[in-house]
């Protein structure tokens, strides 16, 4: 079984620019949550998708936003990109709660310059 | 407001010995804690899990401890080997599909021959 894809995996942008990042799920898995990771700040959750709801959502601004496609691939956009966005990217699916055992994509790293 | 806190950004064993890793939490809502470890250039990978009706978990070198009342819990790995080498994240959750999974900040942990 394919494990979970994020796509692209390097990223750079300037400032004020956009940014889409896309994951597709194991197959079968109907959750999908994103993951923001900066040194020293560890993981920090941005939102979770389930069924093409978000389910839940962390604190982070507006700028950041996601969706989710009837077959659970999932879609992170970034809008008017900070130097601080510069991170890694993770995201990771299960069947259907977060509870179960998340499985991790290898990450798309975005760099702002 | 850190709800799940690994004090400890470095630790360093010798090969053969005993690696525990720490982390605290706040929220007494949380009832399910995982392990995760993590390669560079890779996504997290699940390790271990435990639900706040244990108090310990084995699997394999792998063992996690939960205390309650004191909001703690450890992972132990033992004998400790080279490929331990990694950052080890916990993270903690509510088995409601409305909570979040928090992730401390991670532990570096350097196997030393």
């Known amino acids: 079984k394919a494990g979970v894809t994020q796509t692209p995996r390097y990223l750079i942008k300037t400032r004020g620019q956009q940014v889409t990042l896309s994951c597709s799920p194991i197959s079968g898995h109907r959750s999908v949550s994103w993951y923001q990771q900066t040194p020293g700040q560890g993981l920090q959750f941005l939102f979770e998708?389930?069924?093409?709801?978000?389910?839940n959502k962390g604190n982070f601004p507006g700028r950041f936003s996601g969706r989710q496609f009837s077959n659970s691939r999932s879609e992170m956009n970034v809008s008017t990109l900070e130097l601080g966005d510069s991170a890694l990217y993770l995201c990771?699916?299960?069947?259907?709660?977060?509870?179960?055992?998340?499985?991790f994509g290898p990450g798309t790293r975005l760099t702002v310059l | 407001d850190q709800q799940v806190k690994q004090n400890s950004p470095s630790l360093s064993v010798q090969e053969g010995r005993i690696s525990i890793l720490n982390c605290d939490y706040t929220n007494s809502m949380f009832d399910y804690f995982l392990w995760y470890k993590k390669y560079p250039a890779e996504g997290p990978t699940f390790l271990i899990s435990i639900s706040s009706i244990k108090d310990k978990n084995e699997d394999g070198r792998f063992t996690v401890f939960l205390n309650k009342s004191a909001k703690h819990l450890s992972l132990h790995i033992v004998p400790s080997q080279p490929g331990d080498s990694a950052v080890y994240f916990c993270a903690a959750t509510g088995y409601s599909s409305a909570s979040k999974i928090i992730f401390g900040s991670g532990t570096r942990l350097s196997i030393r021959p």
């Open positions: 998708y389930f069924s093409e709801t978000q389910r």
């Open positions: 990771a699916s299960s069947l259907v709660d977060r509870g179960d055992t998340q499985y």
